[in-house]
C-alpha cells in the first residue's frame, strides 16, 4: 500500500508564492504518473498539474506560467511551486500517484489559503 503525503500548505498573501510536497512511500521504480489536483469550498476537484514517467509535464489552463511540478526521483517526490497567487487559488491541494500497474493512491491534502 503505497502512502502520498502533502505538505507545505499555508496563509499567503495575493502575489506570494509557495511550494508544496508530495511524498510517496512506494518505490520510484513503481512511478508512473503524479499529479496535483484542487479543491475549494463548494466546488469539484479540479486538475492542476502533472508529471509522468520522461519528465513530461501538463498544465490547467488556470495555472500556466503561474505554477511549476517537478519531481525528486530519488525521494520519490513531487512538487508544485505556486507563484503569483490569486485568492481564487486558495483551495484544498490534494495529491494523486498512479503507479505502473495503474494504481491510485491520493493523499489527505494540504490547505492553501491565498488572503490579505
Known amino acids: 500500500q503505497v502512502q502520498v503525503v502533502e505538505s507545505g500548505g499555508d496563509l499567503v498573501q495575493p502575489g506570494g508564492s509557495l511550494r508544496l510536497s508530495c511524498a510517496a512511500s512506494g518505490s520510484p521504480a513503481s512511478f508512473y504518473v503524479m499529479g496535483w489536483y484542487r479543491q475549494a469550498r463548494g466546488k469539484q476537484r479540479e486538475f492542476i498539474a502533472s508529471i509522468r514517467i520522461g519528465g513530461f509535464t501538463n498544465y490547467a489552463d488556470s495555472v500556466k506560467g503561474r505554477f511549476t511540478i517537478s519531481r525528486d526521483s530519488a525521494k520519490n517526490t513531487v512538487y508544485l511551486q505556486m507563484t503569483s497567487l490569486e485568492v481564487e487559488d486558495t483551495a484544498v491541494y490534494y495529491c494523486?500517484?498512479?503507479?505502473?500497474?495503474?494504481?491510485?493512491?491520493w493523499g489527505q491534502g494540504t490547505q492553501v489559503t491565498v488572503s490579505s
Open positions: 494523486k500517484q498512479i503507479t505502473v500497474g495503474r494504481s491510485e493512491y
